[in-house]
């Protein structure tokens, strides 16, 4: 009981100091933009919106205080031995790297940058003159829990391993985009991201609980002998990937998989620093090398994979379906395939077009789902109705427009995050491809 009512205790200091720190309220308003700004997107290539800014933020806020609690639990059991010293560099490093491109948000980027700059200072300590700048900077760089930050980059990607197979696709947007053979195909791009409020149990030498903990800590050894209690860590998670040949769902999926076994050997990597000290710069070496090779293997993986959101013979390739539409309605599915609309086959948008317009009040749609089965759905039209049916085809040669990727940084954030890549035939906003 008494052990009960110390964490308690620890933890309402710990989410009042949370309360001070500015670092996750900043982490709600990124992501606010971030969806606003993919919102105004969505509605200048498609002329409606496919997401809703409120519910989105608050599913989104909500997965990152699910993941955090999760996380806590975890590290309470791991250990980290954090400074304020320390989360001042972890962030501070995070969001130059960010400065740089956008992806470096990953906080493991940072651990790795830090924990070289760690075994730098190390060297560089006893040759640096005394009465500079200079020896406060390596002495602070010196003293960085290196085996707790690489331990915590470990447990937020298990957690934004989770998030991802969770909410991955939820904020997926559809696009037209040219291949590498200069053929138009449909593409989705996912982006999320997620601020996580982490309550870390941390070994403090004075003003910590004196109970005893009925485990100990796989970090920090004697120090937790002392005394130990909680700080709030806000950490900010993000995850950026394009997929033509899989569905969202699957492709959060399979990156999912990447970022729990990622997790697992980086934890691993951590263990290692924490017993044999020598090995910290190997380690955090480690935490970017193999970082990278996820991100590697996951634009390889598209790389060897056959485009699927393409129109084949049979008909008319879904690539989106717009929310409260009446393809949402008779159950339509993104990469379905509409072959016959009122009994006529369709194999252009053009005959589409053709085939609606023989009953504008009533349409009846044969389709091959995503298992290649027919399936039978019929709905009335009324006037009210977006754009008809409410699906985004797949392009096609005769597309007008399309939109290309271009990896931006944090200040890139501030103009807009996809350019244009085709012409206009006039000077009307542009969209990725007409909806139906």
């Known amino acids: ?47 409606t919106r496919l ?12 997965g990152g205080i699910i993941a955090g609690f999760l996380g806590s639990v975890v590290m309470a059991f791991v250990g980290a031995s954090l400074t304020p010293a320390a989360v001042l560099w972890l962030w501070g490093t995070t969001i130059v790297l960010a400065l740089l491109r956008l992806r470096f948000l990953c906080m493991a980027y940072a651990v790795g940058v830090l924990g070289l700059l ?38 937020l990607h298990l957690i934004e391993a989770f998030l991802v197979r969770w ?12 291949n590498k053979r200069g053929r138009m195909v449909g593409s989705y791009r996912l982006q999320q991201f997620w601020p996580v409020p982490l309550f870390l149990l941390v070994p403090m030498a004075s003003g910590g609980a004196t ?43 399979g990156s999912a998989i990447r970022l729990a076994v990622y997790g697992v050997v980086v934890l691993g990597l951590a263990l290692l620093a924490e017993w044999q000290q020598p090995l910290i710069a190997l380690a955090s070496f480690g935490v970017i090398a193999l970082h990278e090779a996820v991100v590697w293997l996951g ?11 393409v129109h084949g013979p049979a008909g008319l390739t879904i690539l989106a379906v717009l929310p409260n539409g009446p393809a949402a309605d008779m159950g339509l599915e993104a990469g379905e395939i509409i072959v016959k609309v009122n009994g006529t086959p369709v194999r252009t948008r053009i ?3 053709q085939a609606l317009s023989i009953n504008p009040a009533y349409c009846k749609l044969e389709v091959l789902n995503l298992e290649g089965h027919s399936k039978f759905v019929n709905r009335a039209l009324f006037m009210g109705d977006h754009h008809q049916l409410g699906v985004i085809l797949c392009p096609d040669e ?11 940084s944090l200040l890139g954030l501030w103009k807009r995050p996809w350019k244009g890549a085709r012409s206009r035939p006039h000077p009307s906003v542009p969209t990725a491809g007409e909806t139906v």
């Open 299 to 309: 634009r390889r993986e598209e790389a060897q994979e056959m485009p699927r959101f």
């Open 1 to 47: 009981m008494e052990l009960t009512l110390d964490i308690l205790d620890r933890l309402l200091d710990a989410f009042v100091q949370s309360l001070v720190q500015p670092f996750y309220l900043i982490g709600i308003l990124f992501v606010a933009f971030q969806y606003h700004k993919q919102i105004q997107l969505e509605r200048k290539l498609f002329s």
């Open 211 to 253: 109970v005893e903990l009925p485990w100990t800590p796989l970090l920090g050894d004697a120090l937790w002998t002392a005394g130990w209690g909680f700080i709030a860590f806000p950490a900010m998670l993000g995850y950026a990937e394009s997929t033509m040949s899989r569905l969202p769902g699957a492709k959060a999926a």
């Open 351 to 353: 005959e589409l077009y």
């Open 398 to 408: 005769s597309a007008r427009y399309y939109v290309s990727a271009k990896e931006s």
């Open 167 to 178: 909410q991955g696709s939820r904020m997926a947007m559809p696009l037209f985009v040219e």
């Open 51 to 62: 997401h809703f800014l409120l519910d989105t933020t608050w599913r989104t806020l909500l």
């Open 118 to 155: 760690n075994e730098l200072a190390t060297l560089l300590g006893p040759s640096v003159a005394e009465g500079s700048l200079w020896p406060r900077l390596l002495g602070s760089l010196e003293g960085l829990p290196m085996p707790s930050l690489i331990a915590l980059a470990a447990v």
